[in-house]
């Protein structure tokens, strides 16, 4: 564990040489980022992966605070306790607005930014009344609940037992499953940066990975482009048609980042 102040963060490292630390999405673990895939390690990479607050094993927040603000601090915390100066980010969804934050905050300790499924749009921020839905069926009725709430009448049904599958795993492995619901209702309530312009500040070499919406409507591709227009040089990598999106595989993400 790495503690910051009465928040600990349950993490795990594998492998030597330079750091790549890995952020998950909300609702998810740390396994959830490259899903268990060992090719960074294998290629000289130190592999960091750590629950973010409330979710996984880590503790829920002593102060109640789920904000981006937050989530990137505890990333400076993880990054301190460890002794990593400075590393490549590979976040998807939460992660990725995480790190975008912590680029912002703290450019110096970024080498590279790997940004996977965006979904936050600074101009059309999300609708909470989805999310809150999703705290209270999770609070009330467990993973259960979550599920029932999800409505995955609207996920394409060549998809669905996919996504089913996932949700259920991702949930069942919560040691605070309350916590996870104070997530759910205060994250997408956090703005991660306030424009567009503000991306342009970003000055580590970035690679966006988006899915097409098919197979994930809750992260449009159109997000994805965006962020790959604003943030200079940054380049975009996308499934073919058809295909499983590279955020669900962990190997192929490995191997990209390494590409880049």
Same mark, same amino acid.
């Given at each position: 564990?790495?503690? !910051?102040?009465?928040?600990?963060?349950?993490?795990? *490292?594998?492998?030597? =040489?330079?750091?790549? +630390?890995?952020?998950?999405?909300?609702?998810?673990?740390?396994?959830?980022?490259?899903?268990?895939?060992?090719?960074?390690?294998?290629?000289? %990479?130190?592999?960091?992966?750590?629950?973010? %607050?409330?979710? /996984?094993?880590?503790?829920?927040?002593?102060? =109640?605070?789920?904000?981006?603000?937050?989530?990137?601090?505890?990333?400076?915390?993880?990054?301190?306790?460890? /002794?990593?100066?400075?590393?490549?980010? +590979?976040?998807?969804?939460?992660?990725?607005?995480?790190?975008?934050?912590?680029?912002?905050?703290?450019?110096?300790?970024?080498? !590279?930014?790997?940004?996977?499924?965006?979904?936050?749009?600074?101009?059309?921020?999300?609708?909470?009344?989805?999310?809150?839905?999703?705290? $209270?069926?999770?609070?009330?009725?467990?993973?259960?609940?979550?599920?029932?709430?999800?409505?995955?009448?609207?996920?394409?049904?060549?998809?669905?037992?996919?996504?089913? #599958?996932?949700?259920? $795993?991702?949930?069942?492995?919560? &040691?605070?499953?309350?916590?996870?619901?104070?997530?759910?209702?205060?994250?997408? #309530? *956090?703005?991660?940066?306030? *424009?567009?312009?503000?991306?342009?500040? +970003?000055?580590?070499?970035?690679? +966006?990975?988006? *899915? !097409?919406?098919?197979?994930?409507?809750?992260?449009? @591709?159109?997000?994805?482009? !965006?962020?790959?227009?604003?943030?200079?040089?940054?380049?975009?990598?996308?499934? $073919?048609? =058809?295909? &499983?999106?590279?955020?669900? $595989?962990?190997?192929?993400? &490995?191997?990209?980042? @390494?590409?880049?």
């Amino acid at each position: 564990m790495v503690a !910051r102040g009465e928040q600990s963060l349950a993490y795990e *490292s594998h492998g030597e =040489g330079p750091a790549v +630390i890995g952020l998950h999405g909300l609702t998810a673990t740390r396994r959830y980022v490259l899903m268990g895939s060992r090719t960074l390690e294998r290629a000289g %990479r130190r592999l960091v992966l750590y629950d973010a %607050r409330g979710h /996984g094993t880590s503790s829920p927040a002593a102060d =109640g605070d789920y904000s981006y603000a937050a989530l990137a601090g505890d990333l400076e915390a993880v990054m301190d306790g460890l /002794g990593v100066e400075h590393a490549v980010l +590979i976040g998807a969804s939460m992660g990725a607005h995480t790190a975008i934050r912590f680029a912002l905050d703290r450019p110096e300790r970024v080498a !590279r930014l790997v940004i996977v499924t965006p979904a936050y749009d600074p101009e059309c921020p999300s609708n909470p009344v989805r999310w809150d839905a999703l705290a $209270q069926g999770l609070r009330e009725g467990g993973v259960e609940g979550f599920v029932a709430a999800y409505e995955l009448g609207g996920v394409p049904v060549a998809w669905r037992g996919a996504v089913e #599958r996932v949700l259920r $795993q991702r949930l069942a492995a919560h &040691s605070h499953p309350e916590a996870v619901a104070d997530a759910l209702a205060a994250v997408p #309530r *956090s703005r991660p940066f306030e *424009s567009w312009s503000e991306l342009a500040e +970003i000055a580590a070499p970035t690679l +966006i990975v988006g *899915s !097409r919406d098919e197979a994930d409507p809750s992260h449009p @591709l159109a997000i994805a482009q !965006r962020y790959a227009q604003a943030i200079g040089g940054a380049s975009l990598h996308v499934e $073919q048609e =058809g295909r &499983s999106p590279i955020a669900w $595989q962990g190997g192929r993400l &490995s191997r990209l980042l @390494l590409d880049f």
